[in-house]
């Protein structure tokens, strides 16, 4: 297993995601606008995100191993994050290379995570930091990752994660997902958090 090495300090280069727009005017994720997480199976709300045309993403869950409650949102979206609580794991059915913040309920700094399953090629994580409404560089990339593989990631900026890819499993892809076909050979993942990052 890899161990993400900080390298650098806050940035935005083109190769990383955006600014997070699922923030209040004064930078802060708005977790007193948040609900409780819809827990799934199936994915639900920010956290199921693609259309019959996606032949290619990620079915798993996220773990809270925080002992603290997270805002979990997707990136862009421009809408309320969902809370997590400590201990509870939430569903999660993404296009690929879709990015999701997770922020401790009420801070301004947390973890971005970025799951990726090529058209070709294995699977693979992008983990950032995320302070003040911006994502912090650098990039921290996972290996590729096999069936069965995992990554652990411990960085002040990022936080301290653990990636699994779990085996393919057509009938759990359609479980999480809510839909058939297209998702059958999707990658599965689980994410456990357990510490998310300080942000830039």
């Known amino acids: 297993m890899a ?11 083109g190769s990383t995601p955006p600014p997070v727009e699922s923030a ?7 977790a007193n606008e ?6 799934g199976p199936p994915a639900q709300g920010q956290l199921r995100e693609f259309t019959e045309r996606d032949n290619d993403g990620v079915v798993g ?15 862009r979206k421009g809408k309320a994050p969902c809370l997590l609580g400590p201990g509870q794991r939430i569903a999660f059915a993404l296009r690929s290379y879709t990015p999701i913040y997770v922020i401790p309920a009420g801070d301004r700094g ?18 950032n930091g995320y302070g003040d409404s911006m994502y912090c560089d650098p990039t921290l990339t996972s290996p590729d990752l096999g069936e069965g593989e995992s990554w652990d990631s411990d960085t002040r900026m990022s936080g301290k994660l653990q990636i699994q890819r779990l085996d393919d499993d057509e009938d759990v892809a359609r479980q999480w997902s809510g839909s058939s076909g297209h998702v059958d050979d ?15």
């Open 61 to 75: 869950s996220i773990y809270n191993e925080t002992g603290s409650t997270l805002a979990i949102g997707q990136f």
């Open 34 to 39: 948040a609900s409780d997480c819809s827990l």
């Open 186 to 200: 999707w990658a599965r993942m689980d994410v456990r958090i357990y510490r998310a990052g300080e942000g830039c």
């Open 110 to 127: 947390g973890t971005l995570v970025t799951l990726d399953d090529p058209i070709i090629d294995y699977p693979r994580v992008f983990l």
């Open 3 to 13: 161990t993400g090495l900080l390298l650098a300090g806050c940035g935005a280069s």
């Open 24 to 30: 209040s005017q004064s930078g802060e994720v708005a």
